[in-house]
């Protein structure tokens, strides 16, 4: 780097600019993209991030497609999760809770229908709002986990799932503090 010229591109920023960009006399643009100057990194035309190893950027956004993401394995959770209390009970014909194990299971189908309708509108969410979900996802296997056998449970595994996502998709903080809980559950 040639001296230390950091410009801060804080002209021309909408509600939907990355407030993470930075600019140096040097940018980082991914391929096949043309050179970007500082102005229209600002208004979003070129994802742009700085190179410099010194610069930590902690997002205060983040793609949504991190949570559309999760909203789909959670689909995809719901119907192994219905499966599962469907096998248990109707051809093992194990005794378990049915109406609390479906009621858990039907608050979070309606979770992830309301997150992917406000999700349509949307190309950045805040960290919160992930950490959130991945709370909620917590939330939920720790009450059918208690309802199904607690710590016995083989699907107690299901946690690393969720420390996982948080690793890969929120700044460190988050990704500690979603560890933090699962250890507790």
Not at 12 to 22: D, Q
Not at 73 to 97: K, N, S, T
Not at 135 to 151: E, I
């Amino acid at each position: 780097m040639r001296g230390h010229n950091l410009t801060f591109c804080t002209e021309k920023l909408t509600h939907e600019s990355p407030p993470w960009i930075v600019c140096f006399d040097w940018i980082h643009i991914p391929r096949g993209l043309p050179r970007a100057d500082c102005s229209s990194a600002a208004r979003g035309q070129y994802p742009v991030r700085a190179k410099g190893s010194f610069i930590t950027a902690l997002a205060s956004v983040i793609p949504a497609d991190n949570l559309r993401h999760l909203v789909r394995l959670r689909h995809i959770a719901i119907v192994g999760q219905f499966c599962a209390v469907a096998v248990a009970a109707i051809w093992l014909q194990a005794r378990l809770p049915l109406s609390a194990l479906l009621t858990v299971i039907c608050l979070l189908l309606l979770a992830n229908i309301a997150t992917w309708t406000w999700l349509r509108s949307r190309n950045q969410v805040s960290p919160p709002i992930v950490f959130a979900h991945l709370l909620v996802d917590t939330a939920a296997l720790t009450a059918l986990l208690f309802l199904t056998g607690g710590a016995d449970n083989p699907f107690s595994a299901l946690y690393l799932r969720t420390e996982v996502i948080a690793a890969i998709a929120l700044p460190r903080a988050y990704a500690w503090s979603v560890a933090a809980v699962t250890a507790a559950c």
